[in-house]
C-alpha cells in the first residue's frame, strides 16, 4: 500500500496486533471475584512508565477515585491517552504523573475555561505530544479492539494536526483516494467509571458510552469503579445492558459518587462550583499546593475527598441538579 | 420601536437563521447550542440536534455544560458514542457544525491548538477535539466569534481544523470530501466565502457598521463584494424564545 504522506510525532505504543494477541492469550478468562480497592488496584496496575487511559468524557462518568490515588501515589512517566480529557487531566497533570500524551482535546475544561496548571505542564517542554483528532483516537481503539493494526478515516487530511500526528495517509486500493491510517492502540491499563457491575466486572454503562466499548476492548489492563455493586442474577437478567464483559476486566472497586465532581448521568451532575475552585486555586502556585495537599494528599481515601467537599448533603444537592429538580 | 438586544443575542439569531427544517447539527455547548435550540424553537422543529460524545437528538431541558454531560441525552432518541456520531458524519448525514478556535485565516482554517512554535508553545490550547473532525466530515461549518485583528489572521500559528486549506480546490488536492466553511458570524458581520478563490468574503454588516470597521479588525484583506447585506436584527419573537426558553439563566446571552 502506497504512503502518500505521514505525521512527524512518534507512535509511543506498538500496533502490531500478534503481541496484543499473545498478552491477551495469558489473561484469565476465569469468571473470578476481582473486588478490591482503589489503592490496591492503583498499586496492582497502574505502574511507573506504563501507558493509562482514562474512560467517560472529561467531566462526565470519570473514573475520579483512580484519577486521585494515582496522584496520590505518585506515579512517573505514564503515557496518557487525552482524548477529551478535561477535570481527569488537570488532576492528573497536577501530579505530573505523565511525560508523553497522545492528544486530542487536553487542558482545557470545555466552556468552563483552561487550566493554567495543566497548560503550565504542557508549555514546560517535559511532556511529548502527539496529537489527534478524537474521531482518530476512539478510532485506534477501535482498531486495537478489532484486533487490527489499523482503522482508517478521512479526518486530519491536509492539517498541521495530521502533520504533528503518527498518522499515515495511504491510497486506497479500490477508488485511489486519500484515506488516513491510524495505528491501533492497546494501553496498558484503563480505569472506566459504569453506573453497574458485579464481582466478576460485568458492567452497565446508562447514557452515552463516547469511546468506553472501544476502551475496554483495547486496554490489557481494565480497572472499573461502579457506582453500585449487583449480583450477577441482575446482569444475567438483562444482558442486553452489558457495556463491558467480565473477561476484559481485572479489577473492580464500588465507589458510590465516584465520578464527582464530574456528572453522572440520571445520578448527580458535575459539582461546577468545585471545578470552579479548581480553576480558581490554579492561578496561584503555592496556593495550588495547599489545594492539592487538602484535597488529595491529606486524605487517604476519595470517602475522605467527598466529605471534604461537602459529604452526603452536597451530592444530594447534586442529585436533584441532575434531576432538574430547583432548589 | 425595534427591540434592544445584545451582540450575543445577534450572533446567535442569525446563527440559528441558517438551520433549516429538516437538517442536522452537530454543536458545541455556548452560542451554538442556543442558536440551534432557537432554530429549533422557531422555523427548524425538525432540527436534529448531534452531540459528539453520543447524544442524538435530545429534547434540551437546558444548556448543557459539557458536550457530553446528561443534558446532551436528555430525552434523546439514542445515546450513542463518540464513533457513531463521527462514523454518521463520515457518512454524509451531518448538515451542519459550529466550530471555534484562538485563530482563524482567510480560508476559514482554525487553530485550537498553540501559539507560537509547536515544540515550544507560547500558549497551549486544547487541540482538535472533535472539531478536525467535524469540519473535515460535515457538509457546511460554521463559526460563532467575536471580531477581532488577533484572531482573523493572515496565517494559523496551526491548522487544527481545515477550511478551504490554501485556497480553491485545496481541500480536493488533500483528500479530504466535499465541504468546508459556510459562515463566520461575528459580532461585527457575516462572512462567507467567495465560490471562486475560497477566500473569506464580507456578507452583511450588522446594525450600525461598516465595511472599515469590520476591515480594520480583521488581519487580512476582506473580499468585499459589489453589494454587501445588511443583517436583519433579532425579532422580538425570537429574542422573547431565546431569553424565555433557550437561555433562561442567562449563561450564554448574559444580562441584556
Known sequence: ?327 | MAPEYNMMELMICVASRYLEDGSSVAVGTGAPCAAAMLAQKTHSPNLVILFEAGGVAPLLPRMPISVGDSRTFYKAVMAAGMAEMMTTCARGQVDYAFLGGAQIDKYGNINSTCIGDYYKPKVRFPGSGGANDFASLCWRTMVMTVHEKARFVEKCDFITSPGFLTGDGAREEAGLPEGGPYKIITDLAVMGFDEETRAMMIESLHPGVDVEKVQSETGFELLVPAEIGRTEPPTEDELRILRDEVDPGRLVIGRA
Open chain 1, 1 to 327: 500500500m502506497k504512503v502518500l504522506d505521514e505525521g512527524v510525532n512518534p507512535l509511543f505504543m506498538d500496533p502490531d496486533p500478534d503481541k496484543a494477541r499473545d498478552f491477551f492469550r495469558g489473561k484469565t478468562r476465569a469468571m473470578i471475584d476481582k473486588r478490591t480497592t482503589v489503592k490496591e488496584a492503583v498499586e496492582k496496575y497502574v505502574h511507573d512508565g506504563c501507558y493509562l487511559a482514562i474512560g467517560g468524557f472529561g467531566a462526565n462518568r470519570i473514573p475520579n477515585a483512580i484519577v486521585h490515588e494515582i496522584v496520590r501515589q505518585r506515579r512517573k512517566n505514564l503515557g496518557f491517552l487525552g482524548h477529551t480529557s478535561t477535570h481527569d487531566f488537570q488532576v492528573l497533570a497536577a501530579g505530573k504523573v505523565f511525560n508523553r500524551v497522545d492528544s486530542a482535546y487536553i487542558v482545557g475544561l470545555e466552556a468552563r475555561g483552561l487550566s493554567r496548571n495543566a497548560r503550565r505542564y504542557m508549555e514546560s517542554g517535559e511532556v511529548q505530544v502527539t496529537e489527534w483528532s478524537n474521531y482518530a483516537l476512539a478510532a485506534r481503539l477501535r482498531a486495537a479492539a478489532n484486533g487490527v493494526s489499523f482503522e482508517l478515516t478521512r479526518s486530519m487530511l491536509g492539517t498541521d494536526t495530521l502533520k504533528m500526528s503518527a498518522a499515515k495517509v495511504i491510497e486506497c486500493p479500490f477508488t485511489g483516494k486519500k484515506l488516513v491510517a491510524v495505528p491501533a492502540l492497546w494501553p496498558d491499563v484503563a480505569a472506566i467509571h459504569v453506573h453497574e457491575a458485579d464481582m466478576y466486572g460485568n458492567s452497565v454503562i446508562r447514557g452515552i458510552s463516547v469511546a468506553d466499548r472501544e476502551l475496554a476492548r483495547a486496554s490489557k489492563r481494565v480497572i472499573i469503579t461502579t457506582e453500585r455493586l449487583v449480583n450477577n442474577a441482575e446482569i444475567r437478567n438483562d444482558p442486553t445492558a452489558t457495556a463491558i464483559p467480565f473477561y476484559m476486566v481485572d479489577a473492580v472497586v464500588e465507589v458510590p459518587y465516584g465520578s464527582y465532581p464530574g456528572n453522572m448521568p440520571y445520578l448527580y451532575f458535575s459539582d461546577e462550583e468545585h471545578l470552579g475552585d479548581w480553576l480558581k486555586a490554579e492561578k496561584d502556585p503555592d496556593e495550588f499546593e495547599k489545594f492539592l495537599d487538602y484535597y488529595i494528599f491529606s486524605v487517604t481515601t476519595f470517602e475522605d475527598y467527598l466529605v471534604r467537599c461537602g459529604g452526603l448533603k452536597r451530592m444530594e444537592a447534586l442529585q436533584r441538579l441532575e434531576n432538574l429538580v430547583d432548589d
